[in-house]
C-alpha cells in the first residue's frame, strides 16, 4: 500500500515523542512533492501550554529543510502503556491549531493536503483531508485586498 512508509516513519516518531506529562505520544509524517519525508514527534513541557505537536515539528522540519511543497501527511499515536508500547486506540487526527498550520501548508502547496490518521499499531486509519477537517478556514487570502 502506499501509504505504508509515511504511516511507518509516523509511527516510528511517535516512538521518541517526548510526553511525559500527559503520556500520549504522537508522531507525525509529512510527503512532500519532492517525495521526501520529513517526520515530527509530539514534545510536551513542564509549562503544560507550551506543548508542541507531532504535526508542528513535522511541518517545521520541512520548512527547514526548504522543502514545503506538502502533499500528505500521516499521523499516529496512542497513551503509553506497560513497557511503554502504546495503546491501540481510536485514529489520532490533528487538533484544531495544526489543521490550521495544515491549512497554510495547503495554501503554500496550491493543493489540498491528504491526512492520513492512525491508532498506535496501524489497525485503524482514517483517510480525510485539510478540507474536510477544517471548512471554511482563515487563509492568506483573507489578509489581501479585495
Ligand atoms: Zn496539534
Known sequence: MGDDDLLAAARAAAADAYA?????????A???????IHPGANMENASYGLSLCAEAAALARAVAENDFQVVEIAVVGGKRGEGGTLVPGDPVTPCGRCRQLLKEAADVAGADIRVISANADLS???????????????????????
Open 20 to 28: 511525559p506529562y500527559s503520556g500520549f505520544a504522537v508522531g507525525a
Open 30 to 36: 509529512v510527503r512532500t512533492r519532492s517525495g521526501r
Open 124 to 146: 485503524k486509519v482514517l483517510e480525510t483531508t485539510v478540507s474536510e477537517l477544517l471548512p471554511h478556514a482563515f487563509g492568506p487570502d483573507h489578509l489581501t485586498d479585495g
